[in-house]
């Protein structure tokens, strides 16, 4: 099936520095996700890209669906300790399935 | 709104039981999804339904059954339940057509032993 290469698999920062993760396919796919998951939760849409070359901001993180469609960043600025957890990116495959990436975990160190 | 609820939270099994999780949503979404995380990986698609009485395979359905007789119920069945099908449970929904955003319920932590 479809796999999303997600990196890094996990990252360990301190409190205050930016982070930045990306995903990549061999598929091209016209709508790029990112979602964070928090222990014991679902998982929550952060971003939604439809365009590609989109930037898009929501609140300290930014998203940018790569212009090839094959790719895909996310960026967390001065990172706060609640940012803590599961970062995954999805595509959309044909007209229903959502792919996943392995996912980023991220720690804060205080 | 509740939005996506799933019991049982945790379950534990026998290797041969069967078990039902539950799913509901009051958003009144067509679209709902049964998906499966394993420990550090990312979701897989297990079943998925586009509305009342229709259903269809996702990535990885064996070992698994699905109905859904309501726009609000999507229960997933386990009939054998093996050590394989460890795993957290995920149901999801969204509505037809416009932004796909699928709304996650909080999971179903089963152990097969």
């Known amino acids: 099936g479809q796999q999303l290469n997600q990196s890094p698999q996990s990252m360990f920062i301190q409190e205050g520095e930016d982070v930045s993760m990306n995903c990549t396919s061999s598929?091209?796919?016209?709508?790029w996700l990112w979602y964070k998951q928090d222990p014991g939760e679902g998982p929550v849409l952060l971003i939604a890209?439809?365009?590609?070359?989109e930037l898009t901001s929501n609140g300290r993180l930014t998203a940018q669906f790569g212009i090839t469609r094959k790719d895909s960043f996310l960026n967390i600025s001065a990172s706060i300790p609640s940012d803590v957890g599961i970062y995954f990116c999805?595509?959309?495959?044909?007209?229903?399935?959502?792919?996943f990436g392995q996912g980023t975990r991220l720690t804060i160190n205080p | 709104n509740a939005g996506v609820t799933q019991t049982p939270k945790f379950r534990i099994l026998k290797i041969g039981q069967s078990m039902t999780l539950q799913c509901t949503q009051d958003?009144?979404?067509?679209?709902m999804y049964w998906y499966r995380q394993d420990p550090g990986m990312g979701l897989k698609l297990i079943y998925y339904?586009?509305?009342?009485?229709?259903?269809d395979k996702g990535e990885v359905p064996n070992g698994y059954n699905v109905s859904r007789s309501t726009t609000e119920d999507f229960p997933l069945r386990l009939e054998l339940a093996a050590p394989s099908q460890t795993s957290v449970y995920f149901c999801?929904?969204?509505?037809?057509?416009?932004?796909?955003?699928?709304?996650f319920g909080p999971g179903t932590r089963l152990t097969v032993l």
């Open positions: 890209l439809y365009k590609a070359g």
């Open positions: 598929s091209i796919f016209n709508t």
């Open positions: 999801a929904s969204r509505l037809a057509g416009g932004e796909r955003t699928q709304y």
């Open positions: 999805a595509v959309i495959q044909g007209a229903q399935k959502l792919v």
């Open positions: 339904s586009v509305g009342a009485g229709i259903t």
């Open positions: 958003m009144n979404h067509n679209y």
